[in-house]
């Protein structure tokens, strides 16, 4: 397996594209993002977990009921969220795209991000709509990463090649991420492209076991948003034999979707609203994997932590006071704690207490910008990891005031 | 009832102090607080449900299992959490206080906040009792609350008195938060004194019922801290005859107990690292109780909710989602929401979705530094208020470099 460029474009037969429609004001501001492929594709999504639910998503699951999808159109700007004319809004913007595009308006996933709660206008969208069909091309991918970006402040995008039966496949991505990311679902949108030929069945089975040691366990703010979903469009144009069922197949599949989806957790944790800090925890020798996850969550998620981390503080005390709190089993006397990064690994609580360690090298490992809180318990053989980020006064600006 | 002066020193018989010791390097923060009874008292104690527990916790929990103490000790600057000779320290600290006041060691109740993980010296503890013990003074309240306060910016104290069978009793309290506060129990260490004559048993049951309301009901950021304890000491000395059961008596102490605690949450929550408001979520007409405390604590523990109100922007949006993903049982299209201050009350959200309302009021409500949050769901009778601060620089600022 490699990586490998194109993005969302990088599998056969996908197109992507992006433009400034004028759901934003600032028009140096991509606001629409489009993916066709050229062949109906078997179509899987995972929805958040939050009551309040976007229209978008409703309507979204309703259109892939059948297992089929063949374009995704996204806006930025507006959540279409908590509006009364919400359904309408999505289901005008399927109905518009699959008209110029030629399909039907089933095959469309429909999603929407930005502000909850103000009316999503949908002039700009139908005006924007020739365009962003006229201008779908193979290079599309960055385009369309950029037009479902809000607070996010790099584009995110990846792509690798695989081989399944002697035939090339390849599966690709774009995200967004920033703020309101929190297990289970974010506001975090992550469109995977694949040529792939896999059955809609076994697609869905991917895609439900992949995001539950990925996706669900990145945390940026703890708020979980209303308007989440990652789907996967799978249409089979690299001609290998159809997966049906579990097998050696099917694993090679998983473990190429696994790349691709834990890289975009990595980028979205990392590029967590006003972060400066990726952190990764990674629980080892908790009872159970459930127990492991508990625990990596707790940690990634206290803004105590955060802020610790923030300030290239290694204050432990608040690493081991977020795992008694967790709700976790665990023996606390029986915790090892340490800090890595490119600089090196420095320990600092052994059995539960605090060890002497060297402040100077510890701030050394701490001022990296991708730094792992490795926990190491003795209950069992339970692992997970976590992502996250550092909580910064730039979260608090981007937060104080979103919405003008 | 009427609100009174005097604190934790308002209740007859109760002596207090507070001094700087030595366990801080800042001479001008005093360190280590003593309460004290003239007579033995009964007591009762709720804790932190963190699994890493304090050692003081620990010590505490024995010395008062037979439902008696004469005096607290409390430390700030160390948590004596997470350090190999903590129970020892925690020990020591009862046995030399005992020794100077003459009362036994196990009457003692000790407390210890600061930073975790840092072996506490009891040096300069022992060196300090003498002078501690001599300064004891009915108006000692105010330098015992000045002892336990961390990065706290205001001394919190309040006192009530009231009548049972026609005699005055007082109940007066003083307390420390800002940081790691949060459900249930955070740092967050509150001290009452009542003269009032109530057994152990009744004390108990009137602590662990309020608590449910009022203490469990802050939040500051989320963390729940190790050290966490509220301690109620009732000396009797009032000379009502002792409630010894459920009934008029009981209700009455039962009220004056929630109008002090009440008023020490308020101060804890207002005072939340970095806050420069005040955040009080109401939630009425709920499934029931139990689903109203959910939602009142999935909003005022919202890192986004909190951003807004820093902001002073009515970005209800997100209040609807932190009651989407709290978990509660609740009805999203029957959902109202408005913001209240000295400035009035306006509407932002009706049934589920926004209405048009004035930014200006909006700002103007929410520029006050006391906002209400108010839920009214359609879903049955249940009601509760959890109380809560915005998200600031500041506290990012205050915990990015606690240690140093």
Chains 1, 2 share one sequence.
């Not at 703010?221 to 034999?241: E, H, I, R």
């Not at 089993?329 to 207490?353: L, M, Q, T, Y």
Request: proline letters at 1%.
């Amino acid at each position: 397996m490699k990586i490998i460029n194109g993005g969302v474009c990088a599998a056969s037969g996908f197109l992507a594209n992006g433009i400034h429609s004028g759901i934003r004001k600032n028009k140096s501001k991509k606001d629409l993002a489009l993916i066709y492929s050229e062949k109906k594709a078997t179509c899987a999504a995972v929805y958040t977990t939050n009551k309040v639910k976007g229209a978008p998503l409703t309507v979204t699951k309703n259109n892939i009921s059948d297992g089929y999808a063949q374009a995704v159109i996204c806006n930025s700007g507006n959540a279409n969220t908590c509006n009364a004319n919400g359904i309408e809004i999505a289901t005008e913007m399927c109905n518009l795209l699959a008209s110029e595009l030629k399909i039907g308006a089933s095959d469309v996933v429909v999603a929407s991000t930005g502000v909850i709660g103000q009316p999503l206008d949908i002039e700009p969208i139908k005006n924007g709509i020739p365009a962003l069909v006229k201008g779908l091309s193979e290079n599309g991918s960055a385009d369309a990463a950029e037009g479902i970006m809000t607070t996010d402040t790099r584009m995110k995008e990846i792509a690798v090649s695989f081989e399944i039966g002697g035939k090339e496949c390849k599966i690709g991505g774009i995200a967004k991420g920033s703020g309101m990311i929190h297990p289970n679902m974010a506001t975090m949108l992550v469109f995977i492209t694949t040529d792939c030929n896999i059955s809609a069945k076994m697609l869905n089975k991917a895609l439900s076991t992949d995001i539950q040691s990925t996706f669900n366990m990145v945390s940026v703010d703890g708020d979980t948003s209303t308007n989440d979903m990652v789907t996967v469009l799978a249409n089979g144009m690299a001609g290998n034999k159809e997966i049906t069922e579990d097998g050696a197949d099917f694993e090679i599949f998983m473990k190429a979707l696994n790349t691709v989806t834990m890289n975009l957790c990595r980028k979205i944790a990392g590029d967590g609203e006003g972060a400066t800090k990726l952190l990764e925890c990674t629980v080892d020798g908790a009872v159970d994997e459930q127990n492991a996850r508990i625990i990596a969550k707790s940690v990634i998620c206290s803004s105590l932590v955060k802020s610790a981390m923030f300030g290239s503080d290694a204050n432990w005390g608040r690493v081991l006071c977020a795992i008694g709190y967790s709700g976790a089993e665990v023996d606390v006397n029986r915790v090892f704690v340490s800090f890595v990064s490119k600089k090196g690994e420095i320990s600092v609580c052994e059995n539960g207490a605090g060890v002497d360690f060297s402040e100077e090298k510890a701030k050394e490992i701490l001022l990296e910008d991708e730094i792992t809180i490795k926990i190491t318990l003795g209950d069992g053989e339970g692992k997970s990891t976590a992502w996250g980020c550092d909580l910064t006064y730039d979260y608090v600006k981007i937060n104080g005031d979103y919405r003008t």
